[in-house]
């Protein structure tokens, strides 16, 4: 599977983006997805995930009420919805996805198979 990241770019605090993540390949129907980030000096850390049923979606403290994931299995596209963004939201975000990936592990980076390229984002003040 290979996944394409986009929709990074500047925006002001408050506003919104929406990330998009296109895999190809193979289909991502049965694969537990995710978004992580990583802030400069610092480990990737996970921002969102969706289970591989996709009924059930997570998030971290710090986004939720904010971001929003969100697969579509037809377009074979995971996208992460990020309103109200604030400056501390800014670096550099990627997609995850393995079909393996069990509920306690959703959030660990250590769990996925597959990753996207990363796209930046930026939130001005």
């Known amino acids: 599977v290979q996944l394409q990241a986009s929709g990074g770019g500047l925006v002001q605090a408050g506003g919104s983006l929406r990330l998009s993540c296109v895999a190809s390949?193979?289909?991502?129907?049965?694969?537990?997805m995710g978004w992580f980030r990583q802030f400069p000096g610092k480990e990737r850390e996970a921002v969102a995930a969706?289970?591989?049923?996709?009924?059930?979606?997570y998030y971290a403290d710090s986004v939720k009420g904010r971001f929003t994931i969100s697969k579509d299995n037809a377009k074979n596209t995971v996208y992460l919805q990020m309103n109200s963004v604030k400056p501390e939201d800014t670096a550099v975000y990627y997609c995850?996805?393995?079909?393996?990936?069990?509920?306690?592990?959703?959030?660990?980076?250590?769990?996925?198979?597959?990753w996207g390229q990363g796209t930046l984002v930026t939130v001005s003040s």
């Open positions: 969706i289970a591989r049923s996709g009924g059930s979606s």
């Open positions: 995850a996805g393995g079909q393996r990936v069990i509920q306690s592990a959703l959030f660990s980076n250590r769990a996925y198979d597959y």
């Open positions: 390949g193979r289909t991502i129907s049965t694969y537990a």
